[in-house]
Every structure is written in structure tokens, then in C-alpha cells.
């Protein structure tokens, strides 16, 4: 699919690890069948499934079995998902609340106004005859400027048309706020973001390509590659797929890898398009950003954030010193595999077979309606999300969130209040952060303008290139205008939450905001265990080892003093100590490192959970309820969220290439290190999740 904007590279986006339509899902979206158990999976009236526990097992030996055993056992994840569980179950129900949206639609196809393109995208795309009849010749006019380029210009123009279009470019280019400056926007160039896939690479990870443990997954790739090249009717398919794939391997061996990347002020590396000339030379990055729409004013002197700019450097290299055949497949190749939700069934399902089978394990390519659902939601969003807002989403139901926010916001003021191991100028600093947190909850404050898309009837693959190019000019639109605090990452249907650093705000989407997450009449114990911990974990984002380089005001600096840096950095250490000792699969750890943020957040997000919860008691003891403390239904609330199921190949690809650790180590790690959870279940030493006192990691 195409590759999107790389904006959550500052986003500490997502309590969740996966990315789509609708839900954040690794690679290509993972769609949830129709018999798949509904949105509310529990039918006691308090919010919790307290049949799904598995009682036989202790608690202090395995939390998350405890609390989610039985659940686990007798689910059967959907043959076309990679895993299941909450976030899935409500991106079920929101995809299927957008199909019946746009099938209402569908009576104004011929209408020219966002109905009638909403209409016209959706039925087009439901249309496989059709799109099977035109074959490979959508991408016929791509391939030609494919064949025909000879020289470093025309390279270059090539890669920048990906901006604009489903063709390909080893970088990426995007417009972010300056995090030196955050009132302006500036250009930030990546060796390359993708949901899960890194720079330039069509593997989810540099260690597909250099891991001789993943030797299977990186033939697969060659295979898939020859077969979409042979698609193509590329000459010579396999000897061709054989060279992309060790070009990809030269370009993973010099990338910098994703754990390396968490750095901000490491990553923060502003220069002049002249000066990444003098840097890179071997890219006409001139012809690059004036094929991509920038101004030719002042070119020269543009500032771009350049986050690895050895690693680009050394890139250009590789691609400079590639014989032009090896260049032209795999451009080809990536066209085809950005193309493929859009082209025949041959593309398709060839994308299916390699992306989804291989890679995730899942069984079922999606139906052609949840597809449609999906490439609508990709091209006009937000158009999409307002009709949901007006059809779902109640005023009352935003009311009830804002002023839980608001609770979760004063329990976190109180934490850092009380802080211990943070010096008083620096919790002085922090408390204003907070202070200055803007909240932003179910739908934003004004809509996107789809007037100047153009859709066609029956023209999949030019409604989805013109979508993207449309997308991007909103984006590049941007540039040299004041901050827009109104533009959201997420439209209100994608269950997810997101921590936005530098404009220092958490947002949270309306599809997210219901059971099992919140229910309105169901016990608030669990709900401040379920979304009170999602609130609590974007507003612990703000201060993970990312988020607090980032002050008040969003701007990127050192407002820490050494003594409180010093403090956090140790108990970071030992945290992500704790998660590198987690394995996965045999010989599969987590990546501390790389999921160090997101552990962070968990963490800080269930400490805040409680404290919320002991607050709104305002000073009364807690009350015991349907056999359960308080405590025990907040911990067990978060259990809930969390008690999702994965294919073994899903579960592989999430702990090498994403920055969330599994669901068990999310249920089970922030438990143990929090002193309540030990006196709420009665563990003791000799348990297997036992930590001693002074072990156990107090951060928020």
C-alpha cells in the first residue's frame, strides 16, 4: 500500500501496536469477520468479563492468564486477522458502522459533493469486474517514466512524484511543526517511515534482511517480488527480483536501526537543502523537492530536519552506484506493491499471499467490501468521520470523556507533586507541561475541504493516486503558515489514541471512547482501569524517554536539570532491563529499547488509573463490588484491554518492527512494578512475577 505520512515519528501515537482503517494495524490492515464476538463482549452489566478469567492460575505467576485465560483459549482469532481482541472487536464494529454510512450513500454517486464522492470511491472500489478487466494497464503511463529513466534527474524526479502518487521513493518527506520553533511548520526528511516497514525496504525490518533466523521470510520475499515483477511482464522476473532484494539488503545493513531512533534531540538535525547537498550528493535533491510542489523561492536556504543523515547519506550511495536494470524493477516492483489493493485480483491477492500469509499468518484475504471500507477511509477520511461523529457520537458521550480527562489530568499534578526523585525546578517545569496539556476528545474542531478531489466512476487506481496526491498538497499547503492546532492525526473512526509532543496535546478519536474501554453504565473501577488507563498512558507519553525533551510549549530543549535526568534515566534502564528479559517465542525477546516509550506509558498509564480511581473515593474507604476491591477491578480493567490473541508470524513481526511489546508483557510488567497490585492479589515472594521492593520501577 501506499506509504503514508511519517508523522507519528514525533507522535507518541497509540496505545495500540497496529495500524489501518479505522485501527492502528502493522503492515496491511487486518479485518475482523462478520462472526467475529460483538462490540460489548460481556453481558453482566458491569464491564468486566469475569467468565473470561482463568482462576486456576495464580495471579503473581501470570497475570494476564489470570485475568484473561479462558477469553484466550476459546477465542479463535478471524481467519482474516492476524490477532484479536478489544481494539479489533470496536474496529469491527466501527468498519461496519462505515459501511452502513456509506451504503446510505450510495443513491448520490452521480451527485458532485462529498456524498457523491464518498458514493462514487466506495461503489467503484466494490466493482472487482470491472478493476479484473483492466489488469496491470492503470500503471502502464508509471511504468513507461520507469523504463525511460536514464539519469540521476530523472531518478529523482521519479522518487519525488511518490509524493503524489502510489509510485515509490526510498525517503521520506513530510511537513512537521519545527521542534524548535513549534508555532511554524518545516520539512523533515527520513531514511524512510512506514506503518512497520523501515526506509526503502519492502521487509518489515532491517533483520529480515540480515537475521539468517529469517532466511524463510526473506526467500518469500524474493518470490513475491519476482512474482509481481512477472505480473508486470518485467523481463527476466526472477534474476530481477534476486538484484532488488540485495540492493534492500545493502540499504538495511547502513539504516539506522529503530531502537537507535528514540533519541529527539539526536534525531533533530536541521540543515539547508545545501547543505544535505554537500551531505548527499548523489541525489539531485533539487529536482526531488520541486517535483514534490516545494517553492522555488529560497530553495537553497530551505531548512529540513534531516533525522539520520548519515544513514542517507550512505543510502544515496548504495542507490548512485546500482546499474540502471536493478534501479527500474525495483521501482517497478514497489509501484506494483503500492498499487495492488487497487489493481486485479492477480495484484491483489499476490500481495495477500506475501503480506498477509507470509508475514502475519493470516489465512483469508478481507472481503472485497472491507477493502472498500478501507481504501474510503484512506482517501477521504475525514469526510467519512464527520458522518460518523453525527451518526455516533453524542454530544453527552464527549461531556463524560472530557471530564474524565480531567480527572486523570489532576491525578497525574498530584503524582508529580509528589514526586521523589525529582528536584524542584524540575518538577516546578513539569507541573506547568501539564498544565499547558491540551486534551482533545472525539472529533476535531473543523473538517477537511474534499471540493478540489476529483473522483471518477469505475477509475479505482486514479481515485486512490489522486487521493494521495490530494493529501499530500493539503500537507504541503501547510508550509509556511502558522501552525494549525486544529488538524488531527486520526479521524474520529480510528480506534486509537495518539500523544502529539510537540504541540504538547493528547487526542483521543471517538471510535475508541465505548466498551470495553468505557462504558457508561458499567462499574467506573474498571472504567478508570480501561480508558482511564489509555488516558493515563498518552499523558505519560509526554514524559517518557521521548516526550520529555518537549517543554510546555512544545518546543525541543534541555529543561531538565542533570540530577532529575540522571534519576529517570536509571529507572528507565531498569525498566526496559525487565522487558529485554521478556521472550516471546524461543529466542525472541522484546526490545526494550525499542518499546521503552510505550512501556513507559503503560506503566505511568495504570499508576494513574489508580490514583484516579482512589481520588474520585474522595477520602472513603473503597467499597468491594460483584466479589471484587476496587483495586482489583481497576488492575482487572486494564487486564481487559489488553487480552488480545496473535499468530505466531503477526507476534514475530510485532516484537522485531514495532515499538509496542506484546499484550502479556503489557498486562504483566507495569503490574509487578506497582505495590498495590501485590496487596490486591496476595502475591509473594516465590511468584513468578515477584519483584522485591527496592526492584520494583516507580516512574510516574
Not at 481482541?85 to 466501527?94: A, K, N, V, Y
Not at 511554524?184 to 526506509?199: E, F, T, V, W
Not at 514526586?419 to 477537511?448: C, E, I
Request: a negative charge.
Amino acid at each position: 500500500m501506499k506509504v503514508p505520512s511519517f508523522r507519528s515519528a514525533l507522535k507518541q501515537c497509540s496505545i495500540l501496536m497496529v495500524m489501518g482503517a479505522g485501527i492502528c494495524m502493522g503492515g496491511h490492515a487486518a479485518v475482523a469477520s462478520a462472526q467475529s464476538p460483538s462490540a460489548r463482549a460481556y453481558q453482566n452489566g458491569w464491564g468486566f468479563d469475569q467468565a473470561g478469567m482463568d482462576p486456576g492460575t495464580p495471579p503473581g505467576q501470570d497475570f494476564f492468564t489470570y485475568a484473561n485465560g479462558r477469553y484466550i483459549r476459546q477465542l479463535h482469532i478471524p481467519d482474516d486477522m492476524s490477532s484479536y481482541g478489544p481494539f479489533h472487536t470496536l474496529f469491527e464494529l466501527s468498519q461496519q458502522r462505515q459501511k452502513n454510512l456509506l451504503e446510505k450513500l450510495l443513491p448520490y454517486a452521480e451527485v458532485e459533493d462529498e456524498r457523491g464522492k464518498l458514493a462514487t470511491y466506495y461503489s467503484s472500489f466494490l466493482n472487482q469486474k470491472a478493476v479484473d478487466a483492466k489488469g496491470s494497464t492503470p500503471l502502464a503511463a508509471e511504468l513507461e517514466q520507469i523504463r525511460q529513466f536514464g539519469d540521476s534527474a530523472s531518478l529523482a524526479r521519479l522518487f519525488g512524484q511518490a509524493s503524489g502518487s502510489l509510485m515509490f521513493s526510498p525517503f521520506a518527506l513530510d511537513i512537521e511543526q519545527n521542534q524548535k520553533d513549534p508555532e511554524h511548520y518545516m520539512l523533515m526528511l527520513d531514511q524512510g517511515m512506514s506503518i512497520g516497514i523501515s526506509g526503502g525496504l519492502g521487509l518489515p525490518d532491517i533483520s529480515y534482511y540480515t537475521n539468517p533466523a529469517l532466511a524463510p521470510q526473506k526467500n518469500a520475499y524474493r518470490a513475491y517480488v519476482a512474482k509481481m515483477l512477472a505480473l508486470l511482464g518485467w523481463a527476466d522476473p526472477t534474476n530481477n527480483a534476486s538484484t532488488v532484494v540485495a540492493l534492500e539488503t545493502a540499504l538495511a545493513k547502513v539504516e539506522t536501526p529503530r531502537d537507535q531512533t528514540r533519541d529527539p534531540v539526536k534525531m533533530f538535525n536541521p540543515m539547508t537543502v545545501k547543505a544535505l547537498i554537500a551531505l548527499a550528493p548523489d541525489v539531485d535533491w533539487i529536482t526531488y523537492l520541486r517535483t514534490m510542489g516545494l517553492p522555488e523561492a529560497g530553495l537553497m536556504e530551505r531548512v529540513i530536519d534531516v533525522r539520520e543523515p548519515q544513514s542517507i547519506a550512505a543510502m544515496t550511495k548504495i542507490i548512485a552506484s546500482t546499474d540502471r536494470a536493478t534501479i527500474q524493477a525495483w521501482l517497478a516492483f514497489h509501484l506494483a506493491d503500492n498499487a495492488a489493493p487497487y489493481l486485479s485480483h492477480e495484484f491483489s491477492d499476490a500481495s495477500f499471499n506475501f503480506n498477509g500469509r507470509v508475514l502475519t499468518g493470516v489465512a483469508r484475504q478481507p472481503v472485497r467490501w472491507k477493502r472498500a471500507v478501507r481504501a474510503t477511509n484512506t482517501a477521504m477520511g475525514w469526510a467519512l468521520g464527520r458522518l460518523y461523529v453525527q451518526a455516533y457520537f453524542p454530544p453527552e458521550a464527549k461531556e463524560r470523556i472530557t471530564a474524565l480527562v480531567q480527572e486523570l489530568k489532576a491525578a497525574f499534578r498530584g503524582r508529580l507533586e509528589h514526586n521523589d526523585w525529582m528536584d524542584a525546578s524540575t518538577r516546578k517545569a513539569a507541573l506547568v507541561k501539564l498544565d499547558h496539556f491540551a486534551m482533545q476528545v472525539g472529533y476535531p474542531h473543523k473538517w477537511w475541504d474534499y471540493s478540489s478531489l476529483v473522483i471518477k466512476p469505475d477509475d479505482v487506481y486514479g481515485n486512490a493516486s489522486r487521493s494521495v496526491a490530494f493529501n499530500w498538497h493539503h500537507r504541503l499547503d501547510q508550509l509556511d503558515r502558522p501552525v494549525d492546532r486544529d488538524e488531527w492525526d486520526m479521524t474520529p473512526q480510528t480506534v486509537n489514541a495518539y500523544n502529539d509532543p510537540v504541540k504538547n496535546e493528547i487526542v483521543f478519536p471517538a471510535a475508541i471512547l465505548q466498551p470495553p474501554f468505557f462504558d457508561p453504565n458499567g462499574d467506573m473501577a474498571v472504567n478508570y482501569g480501561g480508558i482511564g488507563g489509555v488516558i493515563g498512558h498518552e499523558m505519560s507519553h509526554g514524559f517518557d524517554d521521548q516526550g520529555r525533551h518537549y517543554d510546555e510549549h512544545g518546543r525541543l530543549h534541555d529543561w531538565w536539570s542533570r540530577e532529575s535526568s540522571r534519576a529517570f534515566e536509571a529507572r528507565a534502564k531498569r525498566l526496559g532491563a525487565q522487558y529485554d528479559a521478556e521472550e516471546v517465542l524461543p529466542g525472541l525477546h522484546v526490545n526494550g529499547a525499542m518499546t521503552m516509550g510505550e512501556n513507559i506509558a503503560d506503566l505511568g498509564g495504570l499508576n494513574l488509573a489508580l490514583q484516579a480511581y482512589h481520588d474520585s473515593l474522595h477520602g472513603k474507604p473503597d467499597v468491594s463490588a460483584h466479589g471484587w476491591t476496587g483495586d482489583q477491578r481497576v488492575f482487572l480493567g486494564w487486564a481487559q484491554v489488553w487480552r488480545e490473541k496473535d499468530r505466531p508470524d503477526a507476534l514475530r513481526r510485532q516484537v522485531l518492527s514495532n515499538e509496542h511489546a506484546p499484550a502479556t508483557s503489557r498486562v504483566n510488567m507495569p503490574a509487578h512494578n506497582i505495590d498495590l497490585w501485590y496487596e490486591a492479589f496476595g502475591v509473594k515472594a516465590g511468584d513468578k512475577l515477584y519483584l522485591a521492593p527496592e526492584q520494583r520501577v516507580k516512574i510516574w
